[in-house]
Protein backbone atom coordinates (compact mmCIF):
# COMPACT_ATOMS: atom_id res chain seq x y z
CA UNK A 1 0.00 0.00 0.00
CA UNK A 2 1.71 3.35 -1.21
CA UNK A 3 -0.64 5.59 0.87
CA UNK A 4 -2.85 5.08 4.35
CA UNK A 5 -6.36 6.08 3.89
CA UNK A 6 -7.81 8.18 6.39
CA UNK A 7 -10.26 10.61 7.00
CA UNK A 8 -9.11 14.10 8.51
CA UNK A 9 -11.28 16.30 10.80
CA UNK A 10 -10.21 19.97 9.68
CA UNK A 11 -13.44 22.15 11.34
CA UNK A 12 -12.04 25.09 12.47
CA UNK A 13 -8.45 24.13 11.04
CA UNK A 14 -6.55 26.24 8.92
CA UNK A 15 -5.22 25.27 5.70
CA UNK A 16 -3.39 27.35 3.16
CA UNK A 17 -4.07 26.84 -0.52
CA UNK A 18 -1.05 28.48 -2.40
CA UNK A 19 -2.70 29.59 -6.59
CA UNK A 20 -6.18 30.71 -7.22
CA UNK A 21 -6.59 29.29 -10.56
CA UNK A 22 -9.30 26.64 -11.81
CA UNK A 23 -7.37 23.96 -9.96
CA UNK A 24 -7.22 25.53 -7.13
CA UNK A 25 -10.73 26.75 -7.46
CA UNK A 26 -11.61 23.21 -7.30
CA UNK A 27 -9.79 22.57 -4.22
CA UNK A 28 -10.99 25.03 -2.39
CA UNK A 29 -14.71 23.89 -2.61
CA UNK A 30 -13.75 20.54 -1.56
CA UNK A 31 -11.52 22.13 1.44
CA UNK A 32 -14.24 24.52 2.63
CA UNK A 33 -16.86 21.35 2.22
CA UNK A 34 -14.98 19.83 5.28
CA UNK A 35 -15.33 23.15 7.59
CA UNK A 36 -12.11 24.03 7.68
CA UNK A 37 -10.65 28.16 7.71
CA UNK A 38 -9.00 28.57 4.13
CA UNK A 39 -6.53 31.38 3.46
CA UNK A 40 -5.67 31.24 -0.25
CA UNK A 41 -2.57 32.78 -1.26
CA UNK A 42 -2.41 33.87 -5.17
CA UNK A 43 -1.87 37.35 -6.93
CA UNK A 44 -5.05 37.09 -8.64
CA UNK A 45 -7.67 34.08 -8.40
CA UNK A 46 -10.87 33.39 -10.10
CA UNK A 47 -14.19 35.20 -9.25
CA UNK A 48 -15.82 31.72 -8.43
CA UNK A 49 -13.63 31.83 -5.93
CA UNK A 50 -13.62 34.77 -4.74
CA UNK A 51 -17.30 34.31 -4.45
CA UNK A 52 -16.87 30.81 -2.00
CA UNK A 53 -14.81 32.76 0.06
CA UNK A 54 -16.99 35.28 0.58
CA UNK A 55 -19.47 32.96 1.14
CA UNK A 56 -17.42 30.74 3.72
CA UNK A 57 -15.64 33.57 5.38
CA UNK A 58 -12.57 32.52 3.72
CA UNK A 59 -8.98 34.85 2.91
CA UNK A 60 -7.20 35.69 0.19
CA UNK A 61 -3.90 37.43 0.59
CA UNK A 62 -2.74 38.64 -2.64
CA UNK A 63 0.91 38.22 -2.78
CA UNK A 64 2.94 35.29 -4.02
CA UNK A 65 4.17 32.29 -2.20
CA UNK A 66 7.67 33.20 -0.43
CA UNK A 67 9.01 30.90 2.77
CA UNK A 68 8.03 33.14 5.40
CA UNK A 69 4.11 33.18 4.54
CA UNK A 70 4.77 29.41 6.33
CA UNK A 71 6.59 31.59 9.19
CA UNK A 72 3.64 33.46 9.95
CA UNK A 73 1.43 33.42 13.12
CA UNK A 74 -0.99 30.34 12.35
CA UNK A 75 0.99 26.99 10.92
CA UNK A 76 -1.92 25.48 9.33
CA UNK A 77 -2.40 21.53 9.37
CA UNK A 78 -2.82 21.06 5.65
CA UNK A 79 -1.07 22.49 2.74
CA UNK A 80 -1.92 22.74 -0.96
CA UNK A 81 -0.05 24.03 -3.92
CA UNK A 82 -1.89 24.63 -6.67
CA UNK A 83 0.42 26.88 -8.88
CA UNK A 84 1.35 26.62 -12.41
CA UNK A 85 5.09 26.93 -11.92
CA UNK A 86 6.56 24.42 -10.90
CA UNK A 87 9.48 25.75 -8.82
CA UNK A 88 7.14 27.33 -6.76
CA UNK A 89 5.33 24.65 -6.39
CA UNK A 90 8.55 22.39 -5.36
CA UNK A 91 9.68 25.54 -2.87
CA UNK A 92 6.11 25.21 -1.13
CA UNK A 93 6.69 21.47 -0.85
CA UNK A 94 10.27 21.41 0.70
CA UNK A 95 9.11 24.02 3.33
CA UNK A 96 6.50 22.16 4.15
CA UNK A 97 8.21 18.72 4.42
CA UNK A 98 10.79 20.49 6.89
CA UNK A 99 8.22 22.01 9.04
CA UNK A 100 6.14 19.00 8.85
CA UNK A 101 3.11 19.85 7.90
CA UNK A 102 0.89 17.49 5.03
CA UNK A 103 1.25 18.92 1.78
CA UNK A 104 -0.19 18.07 -1.62
CA UNK A 105 1.18 19.56 -4.94
CA UNK A 106 -1.91 19.50 -7.90
CA UNK A 107 -0.72 16.50 -10.59
CA UNK A 108 2.99 16.07 -8.87
CA UNK A 109 2.19 13.14 -6.62
CA UNK A 110 6.16 13.12 -5.94
CA UNK A 111 5.70 16.56 -4.30
CA UNK A 112 3.01 15.45 -2.31
CA UNK A 113 2.81 13.80 1.32
CA UNK A 114 -0.90 12.85 1.08
CA UNK A 115 -3.04 13.05 -1.95
CA UNK A 116 -6.84 13.70 -3.13
CA UNK A 117 -8.74 10.39 -3.15
CA UNK A 118 -11.97 10.53 -5.59
CA UNK A 119 -14.79 10.66 -3.62
CA UNK A 120 -18.68 9.22 -3.54
CA UNK A 121 -20.36 11.59 -0.82
CA UNK A 122 -23.13 10.42 0.89
CA UNK A 123 -22.36 12.24 4.00
CA UNK A 124 -21.68 11.53 6.81
CA UNK A 125 -20.75 8.37 4.88
CA UNK A 126 -18.16 9.30 2.37
CA UNK A 127 -16.42 6.48 -0.32
CA UNK A 128 -12.75 7.41 -1.32
CA UNK A 129 -10.87 6.11 -3.82
CA UNK A 130 -7.31 6.68 -5.07
CA UNK A 131 -5.02 4.81 -7.77
CA UNK A 132 -2.35 6.19 -5.38
CA UNK A 133 -1.78 8.39 -8.48
CA UNK A 134 -0.86 6.43 -11.01
CA UNK A 135 -4.49 6.76 -12.91
CA UNK A 136 -6.84 9.65 -11.75
CA UNK A 137 -8.77 8.88 -14.53
CA UNK A 138 -9.23 5.08 -13.55
CA UNK A 139 -10.16 6.05 -9.98
CA UNK A 140 -12.94 8.77 -11.08
CA UNK A 141 -14.12 6.10 -13.40
CA UNK A 142 -14.58 3.55 -10.50
CA UNK A 143 -16.32 6.57 -8.45
CA UNK A 144 -18.47 6.91 -10.93
CA UNK A 145 -20.11 3.21 -10.81
CA UNK A 146 -20.13 3.47 -6.96
CA UNK A 147 -21.96 6.66 -7.57
CA UNK A 148 -24.80 4.56 -9.33
CA UNK A 149 -24.22 2.13 -6.94
CA UNK A 150 -25.35 3.86 -3.55
CA UNK A 151 -28.37 5.29 -3.22
CA UNK A 152 -28.46 9.09 -2.68
CA UNK A 153 -30.08 8.61 0.79
CA UNK A 154 -27.78 6.38 2.37
CA UNK A 155 -26.26 9.44 4.04
CA UNK A 156 -29.84 9.97 5.74
CA UNK A 157 -29.43 5.95 6.68
CA UNK A 158 -26.02 6.31 7.93
CA UNK A 159 -27.53 9.29 10.36
CA UNK A 160 -30.35 7.35 11.44
CA UNK A 161 -28.35 4.63 12.62
CA UNK A 162 -25.65 7.12 14.23
CA UNK A 163 -28.67 7.45 16.34
CA UNK A 164 -30.31 4.78 17.10
CA UNK A 165 -26.80 2.88 18.05
CA UNK A 166 -26.82 3.60 21.73
CA UNK A 167 -30.26 2.41 22.61
CA UNK A 168 -29.18 -1.07 20.05
CA UNK A 169 -26.40 -1.34 22.27
CA UNK A 170 -28.08 -1.57 25.34
CA UNK A 171 -31.01 -3.93 24.31
CA UNK A 172 -28.32 -6.30 22.34
CA UNK A 173 -25.25 -6.33 24.00
CA UNK A 174 -24.03 -9.35 22.40
CA UNK A 175 -21.48 -8.19 19.30
CA UNK A 176 -22.31 -10.81 16.71
CA UNK A 177 -26.44 -10.44 17.46
CA UNK A 178 -25.75 -6.67 16.96
CA UNK A 179 -24.38 -7.47 14.34
CA UNK A 180 -26.79 -9.42 12.61
CA UNK A 181 -29.79 -6.92 13.83
CA UNK A 182 -28.16 -4.23 12.36
CA UNK A 183 -27.85 -6.19 8.69
CA UNK A 184 -30.83 -6.90 9.04
CA UNK A 185 -32.61 -3.60 10.20
CA UNK A 186 -30.32 -1.90 6.96
CA UNK A 187 -31.09 -3.84 4.58
CA UNK A 188 -34.81 -4.30 5.50
CA UNK A 189 -37.99 -2.50 5.47
CA UNK A 190 -36.70 -0.34 8.69
CA UNK A 191 -33.76 1.04 5.72
CA UNK A 192 -36.10 1.49 2.98
CA UNK A 193 -38.15 3.37 5.53
CA UNK A 194 -35.29 5.63 6.27
CA UNK A 195 -34.63 6.35 2.66
CA UNK A 196 -38.34 6.81 1.93
CA UNK A 197 -38.14 9.80 4.46
CA UNK A 198 -40.34 7.87 6.56
CA UNK A 199 -37.88 8.20 9.82
CA UNK A 200 -40.56 8.45 12.89
CA UNK A 201 -42.11 4.98 11.29
CA UNK A 202 -38.40 3.63 11.00
CA UNK A 203 -38.08 4.25 14.38
CA UNK A 204 -41.30 2.79 15.33
CA UNK A 205 -40.50 -0.25 13.54
CA UNK A 206 -36.68 -0.69 15.45
CA UNK A 207 -37.97 -0.38 18.51
CA UNK A 208 -40.94 -2.94 18.26
CA UNK A 209 -38.15 -5.37 16.35
CA UNK A 210 -36.04 -4.68 19.42
CA UNK A 211 -38.89 -5.58 21.96
CA UNK A 212 -39.88 -8.46 19.77
CA UNK A 213 -36.74 -9.91 18.72
CA UNK A 214 -38.00 -13.41 18.06
CA UNK A 215 -40.70 -12.44 15.85
CA UNK A 216 -41.05 -12.70 12.66
CA UNK A 217 -41.17 -9.35 11.09
CA UNK A 218 -43.45 -8.26 9.15
CA UNK A 219 -42.39 -7.84 5.36
CA UNK A 220 -42.51 -4.97 2.94
CA UNK A 221 -44.07 -5.09 -1.24
CA UNK A 222 -42.05 -2.90 -3.78
CA UNK A 223 -44.36 -1.62 -6.38
CA UNK A 224 -41.96 -1.22 -9.24
CA UNK A 225 -41.95 0.22 -13.01
CA UNK A 226 -40.16 -1.38 -15.11
CA UNK A 227 -40.41 0.55 -17.94
CA UNK A 228 -41.30 0.28 -21.73
CA UNK A 229 -38.96 -2.72 -22.45
CA UNK A 230 -35.11 -1.68 -22.68
CA UNK A 231 -33.68 -2.28 -19.20
CA UNK A 232 -31.54 0.53 -19.73
CA UNK A 233 -34.52 2.68 -19.14
CA UNK A 234 -35.46 1.02 -15.06
CA UNK A 235 -34.00 3.48 -12.41
CA UNK A 236 -31.35 3.00 -9.86
CA UNK A 237 -34.17 2.01 -7.16
CA UNK A 238 -36.09 0.07 -9.00
CA UNK A 239 -32.94 -2.21 -10.05
CA UNK A 240 -31.98 -2.03 -6.11
CA UNK A 241 -35.19 -2.63 -4.62
CA UNK A 242 -35.51 -5.62 -7.06
CA UNK A 243 -32.24 -7.06 -6.50
CA UNK A 244 -33.22 -7.01 -2.41
CA UNK A 245 -36.54 -9.24 -3.10
CA UNK A 246 -37.13 -12.03 -1.62
CA UNK A 247 -39.96 -12.77 -3.98
CA UNK A 248 -40.69 -11.72 -7.68
CA UNK A 249 -44.08 -11.34 -9.21
CA UNK A 250 -43.95 -10.34 -13.04
CA UNK A 251 -46.02 -10.11 -15.35
CA UNK A 252 -45.65 -10.63 -19.41
CA UNK A 253 -44.77 -6.81 -20.25
CA UNK A 254 -41.59 -7.63 -18.47
CA UNK A 255 -38.90 -8.82 -20.06
CA UNK A 256 -36.86 -11.37 -18.27
CA UNK A 257 -33.78 -9.70 -18.82
CA UNK A 258 -35.05 -7.53 -16.43
CA UNK A 259 -36.99 -10.27 -13.88
CA UNK A 260 -33.05 -11.98 -14.24
CA UNK A 261 -31.91 -9.00 -12.04
CA UNK A 262 -33.47 -9.89 -8.86
CA UNK A 263 -31.35 -12.31 -6.69
CA UNK A 264 -30.45 -15.72 -8.14
CA UNK A 265 -32.28 -17.29 -5.38
CA UNK A 266 -35.25 -15.09 -5.23
CA UNK A 267 -38.16 -16.79 -5.81
CA UNK A 268 -40.09 -16.14 -9.50
CA UNK A 269 -44.17 -16.16 -9.88
CA UNK A 270 -45.68 -15.55 -13.43
CA UNK A 271 -49.09 -13.70 -13.04
CA UNK A 272 -49.51 -13.35 -16.55
CA UNK A 273 -52.50 -11.09 -18.08
CA UNK A 274 -52.27 -10.57 -21.35
CA UNK A 275 -55.85 -9.79 -22.56
CA UNK A 276 -56.35 -13.53 -22.97
CA UNK A 277 -54.32 -15.06 -20.35
CA UNK A 278 -55.25 -14.26 -17.15
CA UNK A 279 -52.79 -16.68 -15.55
CA UNK A 280 -53.65 -14.93 -11.98
CA UNK A 281 -56.51 -13.02 -11.55
CA UNK A 282 -55.81 -9.61 -9.98
CA UNK A 283 -57.82 -10.86 -7.35
CA UNK A 284 -55.88 -13.33 -6.44
CA UNK A 285 -52.68 -11.10 -7.10
CA UNK A 286 -53.55 -8.41 -4.34
CA UNK A 287 -54.13 -11.20 -1.77
CA UNK A 288 -50.75 -12.73 -2.75
CA UNK A 289 -48.97 -9.58 -2.15
CA UNK A 290 -50.31 -9.70 1.27
CA UNK A 291 -49.67 -13.03 1.84
CA UNK A 292 -46.04 -13.36 1.24
CA UNK A 293 -45.36 -9.76 2.82
CA UNK A 294 -47.26 -11.27 6.15
CA UNK A 295 -45.16 -14.55 5.72
CA UNK A 296 -42.12 -11.56 6.28
CA UNK A 297 -40.42 -11.80 2.49
CA UNK A 298 -39.40 -8.82 0.24
CA UNK A 299 -41.93 -8.99 -1.92
CA UNK A 300 -41.19 -7.28 -5.76
CA UNK A 301 -44.47 -6.46 -8.38
CA UNK A 302 -42.82 -5.99 -11.14
CA UNK A 303 -45.03 -4.05 -13.65
CA UNK A 304 -44.39 -3.00 -17.22
CA UNK A 305 -43.87 0.91 -17.65
CA UNK A 306 -45.43 2.71 -14.85
CA UNK A 307 -47.57 1.14 -12.00
CA UNK A 308 -50.15 3.93 -11.83
CA UNK A 309 -50.32 4.66 -15.67
CA UNK A 310 -53.31 1.95 -17.00
CA UNK A 311 -50.96 -0.55 -14.43
CA UNK A 312 -54.15 -1.28 -11.97
CA UNK A 313 -51.53 -0.38 -8.98
CA UNK A 314 -53.87 1.64 -7.43
CA UNK A 315 -55.77 -1.46 -7.02
CA UNK A 316 -53.28 -4.10 -5.47
CA UNK A 317 -51.34 -1.41 -2.72
CA UNK A 318 -55.14 -0.42 -1.42
CA UNK A 319 -55.27 -3.92 0.46
CA UNK A 320 -51.92 -4.00 1.53
CA UNK A 321 -52.37 -0.46 3.01
CA UNK A 322 -55.89 -1.89 4.30
CA UNK A 323 -53.65 -4.76 5.99
CA UNK A 324 -50.83 -1.91 6.86
CA UNK A 325 -48.43 -4.07 5.16
CA UNK A 326 -45.11 -1.53 4.45
CA UNK A 327 -45.34 -0.93 0.66
CA UNK A 328 -43.50 1.48 -1.44
CA UNK A 329 -44.26 2.56 -5.39
CA UNK A 330 -41.38 2.87 -7.65
CA UNK A 331 -42.62 4.93 -11.02
CA UNK A 332 -41.46 3.75 -14.24
CA UNK A 333 -41.28 5.41 -17.47
CA UNK A 334 -44.63 4.69 -19.05
CA UNK A 335 -44.96 3.12 -22.43
CA UNK A 336 -46.12 6.51 -24.08
CA UNK A 337 -42.71 8.27 -23.08
CA UNK A 338 -40.69 5.40 -23.83
CA UNK A 339 -42.23 5.00 -26.98
CA UNK A 340 -42.58 8.47 -27.86
CA UNK A 341 -38.45 9.05 -27.17
CA UNK A 342 -37.32 6.17 -29.02
CA UNK A 343 -39.30 6.76 -32.18
CA UNK A 344 -38.68 10.37 -32.63
CA UNK A 345 -42.39 11.71 -31.73
CA UNK A 346 -42.17 14.63 -29.57
CA UNK A 347 -45.23 14.18 -27.60
CA UNK A 348 -45.61 17.71 -27.02
CA UNK A 349 -44.17 20.78 -29.43
CA UNK A 350 -44.44 24.19 -29.65
CA UNK A 351 -45.76 24.22 -33.15
CA UNK A 352 -47.46 21.57 -33.16
CA UNK A 353 -49.00 20.23 -29.62
CA UNK A 354 -49.37 22.19 -25.94
CA UNK A 355 -50.92 19.00 -24.63
CA UNK A 356 -51.41 15.38 -24.31
CA UNK A 357 -53.86 13.17 -23.07
CA UNK A 358 -53.34 9.13 -22.37
CA UNK A 359 -56.43 7.40 -23.14
CA UNK A 360 -56.97 3.60 -23.25
CA UNK A 361 -58.15 1.56 -26.20
CA UNK A 362 -59.22 -0.93 -24.17
CA UNK A 363 -62.33 -2.94 -25.91
CA UNK A 364 -65.24 -3.14 -23.63
CA UNK A 365 -67.92 -5.63 -24.86
CA UNK A 366 -66.54 -4.76 -28.27
CA UNK A 367 -66.22 -1.15 -28.23
CA UNK A 368 -64.44 1.57 -26.66
CA UNK A 369 -65.77 3.10 -24.21
CA UNK A 370 -65.36 6.82 -24.38
CA UNK A 371 -67.15 10.33 -25.15
CA UNK A 372 -65.58 10.94 -28.88
CA UNK A 373 -66.35 14.82 -28.54
CA UNK A 374 -63.75 15.32 -26.47
CA UNK A 375 -60.88 14.27 -28.69
CA UNK A 376 -61.66 16.72 -31.09
CA UNK A 377 -58.53 19.40 -29.95
CA UNK A 378 -56.16 19.56 -32.79
CA UNK A 379 -53.00 20.89 -30.68
CA UNK A 380 -53.53 17.79 -28.81
CA UNK A 381 -51.91 14.84 -28.79
CA UNK A 382 -53.43 11.46 -28.11
CA UNK A 383 -52.20 8.47 -26.73
CA UNK A 384 -53.62 5.42 -27.09
CA UNK A 385 -52.54 2.35 -24.99
CA UNK A 386 -54.31 -1.23 -25.21
CA UNK A 387 -55.38 -0.45 -29.09
CA UNK A 388 -54.05 -2.44 -31.49
CA UNK A 389 -57.77 -4.44 -31.59
CA UNK A 390 -59.30 -1.52 -31.67
CA UNK A 391 -57.50 0.98 -34.07
CA UNK A 392 -60.12 0.64 -37.00
CA UNK A 393 -62.68 1.66 -34.06
CA UNK A 394 -60.74 4.60 -32.83
CA UNK A 395 -59.71 5.85 -36.40
CA UNK A 396 -63.24 5.75 -37.44
CA UNK A 397 -65.02 7.66 -33.95
CA UNK A 398 -62.04 9.96 -34.02
CA UNK A 399 -63.02 11.34 -37.83
CA UNK A 400 -66.82 10.40 -37.35
CA UNK A 401 -66.42 13.13 -34.53
CA UNK A 402 -64.91 16.07 -36.23
CA UNK A 403 -60.85 14.68 -36.86
CA UNK A 404 -59.48 15.16 -40.02
CA UNK A 405 -59.23 11.40 -42.11
CA UNK A 406 -55.75 13.68 -42.91
CA UNK A 407 -54.68 13.63 -39.11
CA UNK A 408 -50.82 11.75 -38.62
CA UNK A 409 -50.79 8.43 -36.78
CA UNK A 410 -48.46 5.98 -35.56
CA UNK A 411 -48.56 3.18 -34.15
CA UNK A 412 -45.52 2.05 -32.29
CA UNK A 413 -44.88 -1.86 -31.99
CA UNK A 414 -42.23 -3.19 -29.06
CA UNK A 415 -41.50 0.80 -28.21
CA UNK A 416 -37.79 0.77 -26.68
CA UNK A 417 -37.07 -2.74 -27.58
CA UNK A 418 -34.22 -3.67 -30.42
CA UNK A 419 -37.66 -4.81 -32.29
CA UNK A 420 -39.47 -1.67 -32.08
CA UNK A 421 -41.11 -1.13 -35.45
CA UNK A 422 -42.99 2.41 -36.51
CA UNK A 423 -45.77 2.03 -38.28
CA UNK A 424 -46.87 5.44 -39.87
CA UNK A 425 -50.33 7.09 -41.71
CA UNK A 426 -53.31 8.95 -41.29
CA UNK A 427 -56.44 8.70 -39.54
CA UNK A 428 -58.23 7.91 -43.04
CA UNK A 429 -55.07 5.13 -43.82
CA UNK A 430 -53.92 3.53 -40.41
CA UNK A 431 -56.33 0.79 -40.31
CA UNK A 432 -55.24 -0.52 -43.86
CA UNK A 433 -52.07 -0.33 -43.16
CA UNK A 434 -52.22 -2.04 -40.08
CA UNK A 435 -54.40 -4.57 -42.09
CA UNK A 436 -50.90 -5.75 -44.12
CA UNK A 437 -48.27 -4.91 -41.63
CA UNK A 438 -49.63 -7.22 -39.06
CA UNK A 439 -47.70 -5.73 -36.21
CA UNK A 440 -48.69 -7.53 -32.49
CA UNK A 441 -48.83 -6.35 -28.98
CA UNK A 442 -47.54 -4.36 -26.92
CA UNK A 443 -48.41 -1.67 -29.51
CA UNK A 444 -49.15 2.32 -28.72
CA UNK A 445 -50.64 4.62 -30.89
CA UNK A 446 -50.14 8.32 -31.27
CA UNK A 447 -52.48 10.70 -32.72
CA UNK A 448 -51.65 14.36 -33.75
CA UNK A 449 -49.32 17.02 -35.66
CA UNK A 450 -46.72 15.78 -33.97
CA UNK A 451 -46.75 12.12 -35.87
CA UNK A 452 -44.78 14.39 -38.55
CA UNK A 453 -41.95 14.64 -36.91
CA UNK A 454 -40.79 11.36 -36.86
CA UNK A 455 -39.86 11.13 -40.37
CA UNK A 456 -36.68 13.75 -39.62
CA UNK A 457 -36.28 13.03 -35.84
CA UNK A 458 -36.11 9.65 -35.74
CA UNK A 459 -33.19 8.03 -34.30
CA UNK A 460 -33.67 4.28 -32.73
CA UNK A 461 -33.45 0.73 -34.60
CA UNK A 462 -32.91 2.76 -37.91
CA UNK A 463 -30.37 0.91 -40.46
C1 LIG B 1 -51.91 -2.71 -19.30
S1 LIG B 1 -51.13 -1.40 -20.14
C2 LIG B 1 -49.80 -1.09 -19.07
C3 LIG B 1 -49.19 0.26 -19.28
C4 LIG B 1 -48.00 0.48 -18.40
N1 LIG B 1 -48.38 0.53 -17.01
C5 LIG B 1 -47.24 1.75 -18.78
O1 LIG B 1 -47.19 2.71 -17.98
O2 LIG B 1 -46.68 1.78 -19.85
C6 LIG B 1 -50.39 -2.23 -21.47
C7 LIG B 1 -50.26 -1.37 -22.70
O3 LIG B 1 -49.14 -0.54 -22.61
C8 LIG B 1 -48.61 -0.29 -23.90
N2 LIG B 1 -47.22 -0.76 -23.93
C9 LIG B 1 -46.50 -1.27 -22.94
N3 LIG B 1 -45.25 -1.50 -23.31
C10 LIG B 1 -45.15 -1.11 -24.58
C11 LIG B 1 -44.10 -1.10 -25.53
N4 LIG B 1 -42.87 -1.53 -25.23
N5 LIG B 1 -44.36 -0.62 -26.77
C12 LIG B 1 -45.58 -0.17 -27.09
N6 LIG B 1 -46.60 -0.17 -26.23
C13 LIG B 1 -46.40 -0.63 -24.99
C14 LIG B 1 -49.45 -1.10 -24.87
O4 LIG B 1 -50.45 -0.25 -25.36
C15 LIG B 1 -50.03 -2.16 -23.97
O5 LIG B 1 -51.23 -2.67 -24.49
Known sequence: MDYLPVYLNLKESNVLLVGGGKVGTRKARLILRSGANLTVL?????????????QAGGTWITDSYNEPSLSSTTIPALIVAATPDRSVNEKVSADAKIKGIPVNVVDSPDLCTFIFPSIVDRSPLIVAISSSGRSPVLARLLRRKIEAMVPAAYGTLADFAGRMRTLVKQRIPQETARRLFWEQAVEGTIGELVMAGREKKAQVQ??????????????EVYLIGAGPGDPDLMTFKAVRLLQSAD??????????????????DAQRIYVGKARADHAVPQRKINQLLVDLALQGKRVVRLKGGDPFIF????????????HNIPFQVVPGITAASGAACYSGIPLTHR??????????GHLKDGSVDHDWSQFQNTTETLVF???????PLICEQLQSHGRSPDTPIALVERGTLVEQRVL?????????????????APTLIIVGDVVRLHASLSWFGEP
Open 351 to 360: DYAQSVRFVT
Open 206 to 219: LQHQLENQSEQPCG
Open 385 to 391: YMGLAGL
Open 247 to 264: VVLHDRLVSDVIVDMARR
Open 42 to 54: APEITSELQDLLK
Open 424 to 440: TGTLGTMAAVVEREKPT
Open 311 to 322: GRGGEEIELLAK
